[in-house]
């Protein structure tokens, strides 16, 4: 069973940095890109980047919104990827949500974890 | 930026069919996904590559696509398909950016 499970969440001040994980479980991490995607309360969905396998270079692609802010890595040793977010705006406030890609390279959400939110306030 | 277009909302009664649509310029080369989210729950899955459904997804859930527009069609919508649905897709860019609709809200009652 895919298992997928945030973590690193919580309240921090703008202008800081904060690191989220997310732990992967039942399948061959790997082999797979992982993205991340967040909601703002009461907003919609947001995609916000992905990390392709290392057989496709592990290259990364980010939403305008947070490149140059926002960094993703992968562990695959530890199955484990990674939302590095510095600079945090108030309007990164949201429940981010890290999702299995069905490919190596790219393409489409098939599992998600259930979210970690990040609230970001003076 | 890239953008797809959904209606805000859209209500029917249980077992009537209720359609949503969703339009965005680069989706006669691109494939449309469809996502539904419950109350306090995360995204699933509900159709992919346009047309087709993931296992364990109701029959009554289908899709399609010409030209801008994709739909999400529920055949018979039950009280408990209430939820948010997002299309989503990618750019044109060759990067695989994606995107999602801003998510429609369906009602059935």
């Known amino acids: 069973e895919v298992q997928l499970v945030e973590s690193g969440g919580g309240l921090v001040q703008p202008g800081r940095s904060l690191r989220l994980s997310c732990t992967a479980s039942g399948f061959t991490f790997g082999d797979y890109a992982m993205s991340w995607v967040r909601q703002a309360p009461g907003k919609g969905l947001e995609w916000v980047g992905f990390i392709r396998s290392k057989a496709y270079g592990g290259t990364t692609e980010y939403a305008a919104s947070v490149k140059g802010r926002f960094t993703i890595s992968r562990d695959d040793s530890k199955s484990i990827a990674y939302l590095q977010m510095n600079s945090l705006k108030t309007e990164d406030t949201a429940v981010y949500y890290c999702t299995k890609i069905f490919g190596g390279s790219s393409g489409y959400s098939d599992y998600w974890g259930q979210g970690t939110l990040v609230t970001v306030s003076s | 930026s890239y953008e797809l277009t959904q209606p805000p909302s859209v209500s029917v009664s249980p077992g009537q069919t209720a359609r949503i649509t969703c339009s965005g310029d680069?989706?006669?080369?691109?494939?449309a996904y469809w996502y539904q989210q419950k109350s306090g729950q995360a995204p699933v899955l509900v159709i992919y590559e346009d047309s087709k459904r993931p296992s364990g997804i109701p029959e009554r859930f289908s899709g399609s696509s010409s030209g801008t527009m994709a739909t999400l069609t529920i055949s018979g919508a039950q009280v408990e398909d209430e939820a948010d649905y997002y299309c989503?897709?990618?750019?044109?860019?060759?990067?695989?950016?994606?995107?999602f609709g801003g998510g429609t809200k369906l009602t059935v009652l």
């Open positions: 680069a989706l006669p080369k691109k494939y």
């Open positions: 989503y897709s990618t750019d044109s860019s060759g990067n695989h950016r994606g995107v």
